[in-house]
């Protein structure tokens, strides 16, 4: 009895077909996975690095607002020495959030800097002169 009797020849044609059906299957896994990349985790991680960015350029006179939604200005970055012996900004702020009223503050619980903007109400300069 011949061996090769009991096989069909279509096995050999199926490999190719399956190849090409599991691609296909997983180009919808990739598509998704490309979308959620570009529209959540990539602007999210930028955010964060902006956030970062923010916290790290902390001075004084900055209006700054907390996770709590106090509203302060710091007063005082304070400055310890890491290991190296170098100074380092410390985790902890001092926001003056009433006159004469100063609280520390952990560094990470700043959640924004509010930057003073201009009033749209301003009437032009005429010249004096002419």
Do not use: C
């Not at 009797?5 to 490309?34: C, D, H, K, M």
């Not at 985790?41 to 996770?67: C, F, S, Y």
């Not at 902890?92 to 003073?116: D, G, Q």
């Amino acid at each position: 009895m011949n061996p090769f009797v009991l096989i069909p020849p279509a096995y050999a044609q199926e490999a190719g077909a399956n190849f090409l059906a599991s691609a296909t299957q997983f180009a919808p896994l990739v598509l998704i996975f490309a979308v959620f990349y570009f529209m959540l985790i990539r602007p999210q991680q930028q955010k964060q690095k902006e956030t970062r960015n923010m916290i790290a350029a902390l001075k004084r006179g900055d209006r700054v607002v907390t996770g709590g939604g106090i509203l302060g200005t710091v007063q005082r970055v304070p400055m310890v020495n890491d290991k190296d012996g170098k100074q380092v900004p410390s985790a902890e702020i001092e926001v003056e959030i009433a006159p004469n009223l100063k609280v520390t503050v952990l560094r990470e619980t700043i959640t924004s800097v509010i930057k003073p903007t201009a009033a749209n109400d301003v009437k032009p300069v005429k010249d004096k002169a002419s």
